[in-house]
């Protein structure tokens, strides 16, 4: 199995002609009926041994945090990131192995933030991470996103994990968010706001690198992935609670503006050619019309047709996704369609 990234290696190496690669990649195109920027490709498996390889990973992870853990939680978590650290060297950074890659960069993430919770006790005035973690949460929040964001950065510097800078925005994020409600204690009332705007700002981040490569052939766009994948939740989660659809008190005005903002999701999915967006919602709506199902009688199918409907209506949009594009492109400034994923 080849990837862009082989490819792109090969023309950098003179394997291959920079032409020769992208004609190979359109045949692989037309032979699949299905362009490569319409795939929404990104490394995940490339074969069994991945599979392999991470149960190998995670079993010395465990026992190395556990070992450490019995001296004191700090130092399990930092072996367990210095563990993941230099099995990545040779996994990831020799090897090249994608499944493995994702599960080593967040095992390191989560135990730098495991440590700098730890850390941050003595600094906080707590005499463990328990009492600090009662006394100033949101400080101890911080400070650990902090670290962990800064590791996280110098992760990406050595290893160009794609996942990597999801991870560095996802710290930056809840380092922004705990460090307000630290200083504002009365702001949890404004948290849902908070997300939303937090969850723009990642979705105009993975925008940036999305269309510095607008064919999809480069790590640029594995990047954009995964922060599509971040600012999904982000943005999707807050409006459907500001809607009252997480209350259980779904009624019909609540459907049709759940319905109307799903199609405008989709209409944005379609613009920038990610799905992530659309994943997402999908659960709300799912919720929100099984809920008034059940309302007027239908209890125990109101799922079932409701995801029968649905599913249809995705099929049917991923058959026809790239005409649907083409339509909906057409219809916008040409400054911006030359900034976006081309129709095929």
């Keep these: 199995m080849y990837t862009d990234d082989d490819l792109n290696d090969a023309v950098s190496a003179g394997v291959l002609s920079h032409d020769t690669a992208t004609a190979f990649r359109d045949h692989v195109a037309a032979r699949r009926q299905t362009p490569v920027a319409d795939e929404e490709q990104f490394r995940l498996i490339t074969g069994f041994n991945d599979i392999f390889v991470v149960i190998a990973c995670v079993l010395l992870l465990v026992s190395v945090s556990w070992i450490g853990g019995t001296v004191t939680p700090v130092l399990g978590s930092l072996a367990s990131a210095a563990t993941a650290w230099g099995l990545a060297e ?3 950074r020799k090897r090249r192995m994608a499944l493995p890659a994702i599960v080593l960069l967040l095992a390191f993430a989560g135990s730098v933030f495991s440590a700098g919770l730890g850390l941050a006790a003595p600094a906080l005035g707590g ?8 006394h100033a949460p949101s400080a101890a929040v911080a ?29 930056a994020v809840a380092c922004l968010i705990a460090l307000i409600t630290s200083v504002l204690p009365a702001v949890d009332g404004v948290m849902t706001p908070l997300l939303l ?16 490569d607008p064919t999809r052939q480069t790590r640029r766009s594995d990047v954009a992935f995964w922060l599509h994948l971040l600012a999904a939740p982000l943005m999707v989660h807050p409006v459907f609670m500001l809607l009252g659809v997480t209350d ?7 459907a049709v503006a759940v ?6 999701i989709a209409l944005v999915s379609l613009c920038i050619d990610r799905r992530a967006l659309m994943v997402s919602a999908l659960g709300y709506v799912l919720y929100a019309f099984s809920s008034l199902l059940k309302q007027y009688g239908v209890v125990s199918l109101g799922f079932a047709t409701t995801a029968l409907f649905i599913g249809s209506a995705l ?24 900034r976006l994923a081309p129709v095929r």
């Design 90 to 92: 040779f996994f990831v």
């Design 127 to 134: 005499s463990s991470v328990e009492g600090m973690m009662r």
């Design 143 to 171: 400070l650990a996103s902090l670290l962990a964001g800064v590791a996280t950065w110098l992760h990406w510097r050595r290893f160009q994990v794609p996942i990597t800078i999801a991870c560095v925005s996802a710290a």
């Design 197 to 212: 705007v937090a969850g723009i700002a990642v979705f105009a981040f993975a925008m940036r690198w999305d269309t510095s």
């Design 248 to 254: 259980g008190d779904v009624g019909m005005p609540q």
């Design 259 to 264: 319905v109307v903002l799903y199609v405008g």
């Design 315 to 338: 099929l049917m949009l991923s058959a026809f996704w790239q005409p649907s594009r083409a339509a909906l492109i057409a219809r916008l400034p040409a400054s911006l369609q030359g």
